[in-house]
Nanobody, 115 residues
């Protein structure tokens, strides 16, 4: 079955950096667009960034210049490098893909940015 497993969240101070990772299984990773979403307390889940099978990224406006999405098709992994973190980046971050018309989500990893 499809499994998406996130890792790398934690507590960081304002201006700090974190790197999230998503390990995917049960899909043909190299042909699948992957994405990161986040959900802050009391808010809807929102797209952070996505990356095509060929490695072309798309970012939400507030992440441009601070976050970098990447993928390793040989390792079935996707990463999100987050720099210059702000308290408003505090959220649960989820790995996402759409495989054969079905959406899949990881369990999420908490990122907390202290002021």
């Amino acid at each position: 079955q499809v499994q998406l497993v996130e890792s790398g969240g934690g507590l960081v101070q304002t201006g700090g950096s974190l790197r999230l990772s998503c390990a995917a299984s049960g899909i043909t990773f190299r042909i699948t667009t992957m994405a990161w979403y986040r959900q802050a307390p009391g808010k809807q889940r929102a797209l952070v960034a996505s990356i095509t099978p060929g490695g072309i990224p798309t970012y939400a406006d507030s992440m441009k210049g601070r976050f970098t999405i990447s993928r390793d098709n040989a390792a079935n992994r996707m990463s999100l490098q987050m720099n210059s973190l702000k308290p408003e980046d505090t959220a649960v971050y989820y790995c996402h893909c759409n495989w054969w018309g079905q959406e899949y989500w990881g369990q999420g990893t908490q990122v907390t940015v202290s002021s």
